[in-house]
């Protein structure tokens, strides 16, 4: 038997939805999941304690970008907005724009061109240790995007690596990696530097075939984002039975040790603002997050997973 770790959180995004289940004592969480937006921390903080996601992402051009404001990061402003929330780590999102690797071939996994890429990215996270410290920075595995070689677990590995940071471990945007490049998704994750997680994503995969664009539709989602998806994997959507399956099988990992613990796993459905807010639908909530709840908070694991 092996116990769970004594201070790991559940947060859920913040939306109106859950904010009235949980003032309503339906569904519970220990913390708020919140983007870095002023009047929404507010809003949060009257129910419960919030921590920021920060919209940093770094391009390979020895910067760290704030994506919202399309610029290079203000960190005074930063460290204002997040001086009274529970926000522990400046988290990094590694991003491949073709355009800033023109000599990376958008399909290449090379040899040359991966340390090419994580060589850049690293240059990038040190301006965030630089000021914070390696302990105080975590990169997040991203699902694939413009290049493949930001979809490969040696980018997190070799970062986290190199540079003493954390791991941010998201773990639908490991599975739709690992369905980009062909591979399992277990098999994806176990090179990925799971003895470094420090903060834990989840969320729900769905294929936007006609039937989920129709329900899209009923809750009033823009059309030209439905557009974008269409025929295509998108995660930050409701579980289904499958991403039960990996969940259960993540929380063997995590409970049983094999994994290091997280302070928080966060589950990134619904939210605040156009589209994720129309997303976050009151009965999903309802069956979803007590159901989450128990697995975070599950008091003891045997060797094959039964609580």
Same mark, same amino acid.
């Given at each position: 038997?092996?116990?769970?770790?004594?201070?790991?959180?559940?947060?859920?995004?913040?939306?109106?939805?859950? #904010?009235?289940?949980?003032?309503?004592n339906i569904v519970d969480v220990d913390?708020? %999941?919140?983007?870095?937006?002023?009047?929404?921390?507010?809003?949060?903080?009257?129910?419960?304690?919030?921590?920021?996601?920060?919209?940093?992402?770094?391009?390979?051009?020895?910067?760290?970008?704030?994506?919202?404001?399309?610029?290079?990061?203000?960190?005074?402003?930063?460290?204002?907005?997040?001086?009274?929330?529970?926000?522990?780590?400046?988290?990094?999102?590694?991003?491949?724009?073709?355009?800033?690797?023109?000599? /990376?071939?958008?399909?290449?996994?090379?040899?040359? &061109?991966?340390?090419?890429?994580?060589?850049?990215?690293?240059?990038? $996270? &040190?301006?965030a240790i630089a000021r914070y410290g390696?302990?105080?920075?975590?990169?997040?595995?991203?699902?694939?995007?413009?290049?493949?070689?930001?979809?490969?677990?040696?980018?997190?590995? $070799?970062?986290?690596?190199?540079?003493?940071?954390?791991?941010?471990?998201?773990?639908?945007?490991?599975?739709?990696?690992?369905?980009?490049?062909?591979?399992? #998704? %277990?098999?994806?994750?176990?090179?990925?530097?799971?003895?470094? /997680?420090?903060?834990?994503?989840?969320?729900?995969?769905?294929?936007?075939?006609?039937?989920?664009?129709? &329900?899209?539709?009923?809750?009033?989602?823009?059309?030209?984002?439905?557009?974008?998806?269409?025929?295509?994997?998108?995660?930050?959507?409701?579980?289904?039975?499958?991403?039960?399956?990996?969940?259960?099988?993540?929380?063997?990992?995590?409970?049983?040790?094999?994994?290091?613990?997280?302070?928080? $796993?966060?589950?990134?459905?619904?939210?605040?603002?156009?589209?994720?807010?129309?997303?976050?639908?009151?009965?999903?909530?309802?069956?979803?997050?007590?159901?989450?709840? &128990?697995?975070?908070? #599950?008091?003891?694991?045997?060797?094959?997973?039964?609580?």
């Amino acid at each position: 038997m092996a116990a769970k770790g004594p201070n790991v959180k559940l947060a859920v995004n913040y939306s109106v939805a859950l #904010a009235e289940l949980i003032r309503e004592n339906i569904v519970d969480v220990d913390v708020f %999941k919140c983007p870095l937006w002023p009047e929404t921390l507010t809003e949060a903080q009257s129910l419960r304690p919030v921590y920021a996601h920060l919209p940093l992402v770094i391009l390979g051009d020895g910067k760290v970008t704030n994506s919202e404001a399309r610029a290079e990061v203000d960190w005074d402003a930063l460290d204002a907005l997040v001086a009274h929330t529970e926000t522990r780590h400046i988290n990094l999102h590694p991003s491949a724009q073709p355009e800033l690797f023109p000599d /990376i071939p958008k399909d290449s996994t090379a040899p040359q &061109h991966v340390e090419q890429f994580i060589e850049a990215m690293i240059d990038c $996270v &040190h301006v965030a240790i630089a000021r914070y410290g390696a302990d105080n920075v975590l990169v997040e595995n991203v699902p694939w995007g413009g290049l493949d070689v930001v979809a490969l677990p040696d980018v997190s590995r $070799v970062i986290v690596a190199e540079t003493g940071c954390g791991f941010l471990f998201d773990l639908s945007h490991a599975q739709l990696a690992a369905r980009h490049l062909g591979m399992d #998704a %277990k098999d994806y994750i176990a090179q990925l530097p799971m003895d470094h /997680i420090q903060e834990m994503h989840v969320t729900g995969i769905h294929f936007i075939g006609e039937a989920v664009q129709a &329900h899209m539709r009923e809750l009033n989602v823009p059309e030209s984002f439905i557009e974008r998806w269409a025929g295509r994997w998108l995660d930050h959507l409701s579980f289904t039975e499958d991403d039960w399956s990996i969940l259960e099988w993540a929380f063997e990992q995590l409970h049983g040790g094999t994994w290091a613990q997280p302070w928080v $796993v966060s589950m990134e459905y619904g939210g605040v603002g156009p589209i994720w807010e129309d997303l976050a639908e009151r009965h999903i909530l309802m069956d979803q997050v007590p159901r989450l709840y &128990h697995l975070v908070h #599950a008091e003891t694991v045997s060797e094959d997973g039964t609580d």
